[in-house]
Structures are given as C-alpha cells and as structure tokens.
C-alpha cells in the first residue's frame, strides 16, 4: 500500500496483518522505524488523530515534523496550494498525514507526493485509520467482527467516520448495519449501495427505540456543527439522539458504546463509568492501529 486515502483499498487480509501487529506492538517496545521523519500537516482541528499519529511514530522510534494549524501557520496562508506544499514536504519528510477541509485532498496531495500519504480526516469524505482503529476496537473488545450488529447513530451525512466505518465493515461476513439518523442527516447513497453489492445488510431508522435490543455496538457520532450552513441549522438536529445509563440499560448485555470522538452533548458523562462504555479505550487503542499502519507503511 503506497498511500492510504480511502477505507475501500483495504482488503481483509491486510487488516488481519494490521491487527496482529498492532496486538504486538501493544504489547512489546520495539523502534523498526528509527530515523523516519513523519509530517502531520493538519488544516483542520484535531485533538486524538494528531497526537494518536505522533504517539505511534515516536514510539516506534521515528521522528515528527507537525503544523497543527496549516491554515494559519503554513506557507497556505501566503496563498501556496496544497500541491506544491505537498511537494516541498516530500522532501523533509518519509511519510505525511494530512487532515484537510477538502473532501478528495487526500488524493490530490498523493497524486503529486513523492512519499506515502495517510488521509487523517478529508471534510466529509473519508477518515480510513479512524475506521481502521474502530474496527480493531471491536475486534479487542468484542473478539470477533463476523456477525455483529451495528448502530452508526448520529450525523451520517457530514461524518466522515462512519462513512469509512461502513466501507469496511463491508469487507466482513454476516455483517448487519442500522443506520439511525433524522431523514436530513441520513448516511449518503453511494455508501448503501456499496454494501448492497457487497451483501451487507442494512436499515435506515429515525429512532433507535427497536434496535437498542439486538445490536452488540452502539456507534455514536457528533452532529458535526462546522458541515452546516447556519447555526440555526446545527441547532434543529443538535441533541435528537442522546446516550444515557438509560438507553444503555436497554442494550443487551456485553454490548459496547463507541464515538470517534470529540462528544459534545451527544453522550451524558454518567455513561462513561459503565463497562460497557468503550470510546476512551477506542481512543487508546488508536495508537496501537496506527503503529501498526506506520510500519506495515514504512518498514522493510
Ligand atoms: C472525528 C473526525 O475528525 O472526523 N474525530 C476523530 O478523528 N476522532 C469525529 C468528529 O470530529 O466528530
């Protein structure tokens, strides 16, 4: 894999491999990317993803270059376009991670990068290592991705997470996909009609009151504020789906709650001592999967 842009390039195998490493590297210190320099190149804020990345690449022995800013603090400023700063950086570094407004600028910054680029969030188009360390937190937390059931809850139209999510689930067997959104926010057609000619099987609710029962993972997301015309917009859908110790008590047992984070109101934080409250761990586990993307990357 040259460069990582998008959650359909990734095949099951690959993920397997990704997942052994990263149960490894979780496990041991070992530094097999000593002396790369990665960039992260961040036009859009960013707390886990960032920080996750540059976590992994220092672990692993490697060296960051970072602007958490590039719309301020970047030559971007000065009117550059991403193409010649992309091309600049390919020098100085052996890897760049890029977080930008711009759904599809992930592929225009690899189409002219001489180096490998990692999508880190492209406006509503796709987050493919957020996806990637979702499924890995199911995988460690339920042992098994074969046959789950799944609620993506929230802002599916703006969410770029669930997009990848649902991308990649569809790799996967026996797979069931409730997407609960107001009619206004649903998940996009080319994503239902990806899993259609892949067998997934799906349903697009407005409430969640019939699923609660029969899903093992509840995937909340953030109604993406920053995606909306006007603030009188945002506030039409802001708090419609809300996570309590009551909606959990009605999940079933050993189900999980996960947000990519950041929570806004969408989770109230009495949830957070429940066990079945999995997204602080979601993000811990981020480091892991993305050591192990950075070396499957890198390393040779
Ligand atoms: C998400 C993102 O940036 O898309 N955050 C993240 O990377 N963990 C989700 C969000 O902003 O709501």
Redesign the pocket.
């Known amino acids: 894999m040259k460069h990582c842009i998008e959650s359909q390039q990734f095949d099951r195998a690959t993920i397997t491999t990704l997942f052994k490493t990263a149960d490894r590297l979780a496990r041991t210190r070992s530094t097999p990317l000593k002396g790369a320099v990665m960039a992260s190149l961040f036009y859009e804020p ?1 707390t ?2 960032r920080f996750s990345f540059e976590s992994a690449m220092l672990r692993l022995g490697g060296s960051v270059i970072s602007t958490e800013n590039a719309s301020e603090f970047s030559s971007a400023a000065k009117g550059e376009t991403l193409e010649d700063s992309i091309k600049v950086i390919s020098h100085y570094a052996d890897i760049i991670v890029l977080r930008h407004p711009e759904a599809g600028a992930s592929a225009r910054a690899a189409s002219v990068s001489s180096v490998p680029v990692i999508n880190a ?1 492209d406006g509503i188009g796709q ?1 493919p290592t ?1 996806a990637l360390l979702d499924l890995y937190t199911i995988h460690r937390e339920l042992g098994k991705i074969d046959g789950i059931h799944i609620a993506l809850v929230g802002d599916l139209k703006h ?3 669930v997009r990848s999510l649902a991308y990649l689930l569809g790799k996967y067997k026996r797979i069931t996909i409730h997407f609960v959104a107001p009619k206004a926010l649903q998940i996009a057609p080319d994503i239902l009609a990806y899993l259609e000619r892949h067998d997934v099987s799906y349903a697009c609710h407005r409430t969640w009151d019939d699923i609660l029962p029969c899903i093992d993972v509840l995937y909340q ?2 109604i ?1 504020k920053e995606r909306f015309a006007s603030a009188a917009q945002y506030r039409t859908f802001k708090g419609v789906y809300v996570v309590s110790p009551e909606i959990v008590a009605r999940m079933k047992k050993g189900a999980i709650v996960m947000h ?3 929570r806004v109101d969408e989770i109230v934080p009495e949830v957070d001592a429940l066990a079945s409250a999995a997204y602080f761990r979601q993000a811990g586990y981020g480091v892991a999967a993305r050591m192990a993307l950075l070396v499957h990357m890198l390393a040779r």
């Open positions: 960013s886990r993803t969030g987050h957020q969410g770029r997470t997301t953030r993406q990519p984070l950041p």
